[in-house]
């Protein structure tokens, strides 16, 4: 019973969120709904799927004539996928496979099967199958503790954290920041079950650095009034990755929607504690996107120094560098592309972020071009190329430059979401495509020697790629430069043959006006 307790209530049934809080009466106030649905904040295509694991709010709608989702409720059989109850059939979407490779499997079907589990839901759900009963609590008001493989996630209650005295220092991550009996909770502990998870022990690949000295108490935090601080609302413990490069960071946005997935919440009534040892701050150039996630500021851990905190919900994130996560330097098999995971992570965070789709309009095709004010990779005949493409009747094309300082980034994102065709240099800005829709391509310019790095978080999004080709018409400036390694192509700049860009670029435009969902497509059917 005591196992069911743990699972039952601390993994799945219970949500962190005011969702589960605001759970109605079976008589409401007469005129008034019964459920604050405006809570639930989701892309419509999502709620259906909310609806199936959140059965208690379905039940509710069915009979509440206010409920704005009663449309809804004939499709409670959509599933994520990795549900239990979930029917292939019935999965938010599955990813396609055009060949197989060899190197990882022999057929089509057993292709997307490894795709999906590497990259998609089924990711999700082998986090989810991995939770094991850590410290496990002997009444209902005791701590516990349940981790995922390697302490890669864990969800702590009663959590206890004795930050008084504490030394902090340059190092972000220290190992041993903790000693016994600073963290830890009343349950019984499994030290042996513990200690066997630290193979992965490294600061944004595991917890278990943080979570080695979680002691057995023989006292309950909260219930015996040993805590300075008793934080009511979840709390979402992160590891960040480097906040001034989009590609880094929206790693640790990906694993905190990946651990909102295995947590069944999506809650905005949540505390972010960024886990930062040092006495450093932390520069975010992408701050505005905690919005999706949360109601309130990020909390450096150093804000609770020389205090007991106690945490009633404690969530330690998947991380950006995981072995085998996402999607810093995931291997993938190749020939499959389009999970339904990163499409649903980008309709997520630009619903939440209140960027919309505005077009196309007048029958263009809107073609962007990201500039680069860096040192290297510029593209020196930038304005040659966009003149070029000035020729083409049918093309809205802009040029821009995402300087932090000159452009907000969720002005960023407006650019990029309203964007068929995008084209870049290898870098970190090609990390918007994202946020393109579904039906656009991305024009890695040049990668530079790194092949596979946006041609994967292409794939992974599902919008189209491609990518300059041959290398007797691209001019570098010189061999590059990098400060140790040498001659190096991403430290130096290059220009580009003209008839080749266009080449390519019309490429790109055949596929998105071929797209099924690219929008004057439809009006070209219609009529």
Known sequence: MLMLLV???????????SQEEASPEAHGIPGEPLFNYASIRLPEEHIPFFLHNNGHIAKVCKKD?????????????????????CRPEFRFSYPVCTYVDMRWTDTLESAQDTFWNQADFGYAGARLREL??????????DSSLVCSRYLQHCRAANL????RNIRRNHDRFKEDFFQTGQIGGHCKLDVRALMSEGQ????????????????????????????????????YFMKLDAGVNMYHHFCDFLNLYITQHVSNSFSTDVYIVMWDTSSYGYGDLFSATWKAFTDYDVIPLKTYDSKRVCFKEAIFSLLPRMRYGLFYNTPL??????????????????????????????????????????EYRKILNQNELLNALKTVSTFEVQIVDYKYKELGFLDQ??????????????GAGLTHLLFLPDWAAVFELYNCGDERCYLDLARLRGVHYITWQ????????????????????????????????????LQAADHVSQHPKWPLKKQHDEL
């Open 65 to 85: 004539s206010h409920c704005p989702y009663k449309k809804h409720l004939e499709n409670l059989q959509y599933c994520w996928g990795y549900e239990d109850s």
């Open 200 to 235: 992965r022990k490294s600061p944004l690949q595991s917890w278990f650095a943080e979570l080695q000295s979680y002691t057995q108490l023989n006292f309950r935090p909260i219930e015996d009034a040993q805590c300075d601080i008793v934080i009511e609302k979840p709390a």
């Open 413 to 426: 994102l407006k650019i990029t979401h309203n964007t068929d065709i995008f084209i870049g240099m290898h």
């Open 160 to 163: 206890y954290l004795d930050l």
């Open 470 to 505: 041959k290398q007797n018409k691209v001019f570098p400036q010189d061999k590059g430069h990098h400060p140790t390694l040498g001659e190096h192509p991403k430290f130096t700049n290059y220009s580009f043959d003209v008839e080749e860009f266009m080449y390519l670029v």
């Open 132 to 141: 094991r009963v850590l410290c496990q609590p002997q009444h209902t008001s």
């Open 333 to 374: 098999i190749s020939g499959c592309q389009n999970t339904g995971l990163f499409r649903a992570f980008s309709q997520h965070v630009l619903h939440r972020l209140n960027i919309t789709q505005e077009g196309p309009k007048d029958g263009k095709m809107r073609v962007t071009i990201l500039a680069r004010s860096t």
């Open 7 to 17: 699972f039952g209530i601390l993994l799945h049934d219970i949500a962190l969120s």
